[in-house]
């Protein structure tokens, strides 16, 4: 957790510490991101980061994070906004955090959010893992969580790959909003919640040739959207 306010600091250690999470945390972005970076991938399960943060803008820091190499980049990142304004929550999503929760929140909604996001990679059927996925020129490995193109990898947020295998696994099937929110995040849909939107942007800009008109992940209007079956060669 980076965090510099000392009492939200301890009192989420506390929090989550009583339901079996050891917590580690750095007041400043400086030395958190270095314990993130020495770290063997996977030490560390999940990144609490908070927006603002003296010595380094929380955006920046989940900028540098999803820049790293390797799986250290995928490491799953809530981002804590004291802010109200909605541009703040659309550019962290866009940045590559997983989520993100405004300040002051109850403890018990940190809680299920972590949970949900750490959930996340078990979405993934075993008929899957055990065969993968091809559409033409894309192919998906769910059992290394890799995404090419050509044979070239795409780089995607842990968020972004399992948004991508909820439509995959779907293909040919419009999905609203409210079922892909749900099949991925684990939680009632927002109506005024349009970071789904933000995700799919994403997904489109990494794996479409042309993400203004793309063709593997369609609009359909006033449903939602479609993973398409049949695709390019």
Do not use: W
């Not at 909605?86 to 972590?114: N, Q, S």
């Not at 995959?168 to 684990?186: N, W, Y």
């Amino acid at each position: 957790m980076i965090e510099d306010d000392q009492r939200l600091a301890g009192m989420v250690s506390a929090y989550l510490a009583q339901h079996g999470y050891d917590v580690e945390v750095a007041e400043r972005a400086a030395p958190g991101l270095q314990r993130l970076t020495s770290a063997a991938p996977g030490h560390y399960a999940l990144l609490l980061l908070d927006l603002m943060l003296p010595d380094l803008d929380g955006l920046e820091v989940c900028r540098r994070v999803r820049a790293l190499p390797g799986p250290l980049s995928a490491t799953p990142i809530v981002m804590l906004t004291a802010k109200g304004d909605p541009l703040d929550r659309v550019i962290g999503l866009e940045l590559g955090a997983d989520d993100y929760l405004p300040k002051p929140f109850e403890p018990r909604e940190l809680l299920a959010r972590l949970r949900a996001v750490l959930r996340r990679p078990q979405i993934v059927s075993q008929q899957a893992v055990n065969a993968g996925l091809t559409f033409g020129r894309l192919q998906i490995d769910p059992d290394a969580r890799v995404v090419r193109v050509d044979g070239q990898e795409r780089p995607l947020t842990a968020y972004q790959f399992d948004l991508l295998m909820a439509m995959a696994e779907r293909a040919g099937r419009v999905l609203s909003r409210e079922q892909l929110v749900d099949l991925v995040r684990g939680q009632p849909h927002d109506p005024f919640d349009r970071s789904i939107d933000v995700h799919i942007g994403r997904l489109r800009a990494a794996l479409e040739d042309d993400p203004k008109q793309p063709r593997r992940i369609v609009t359909v209007r006033g449903a939602g959207y479609v993973f398409a079956k049949v695709q390019d060669a």
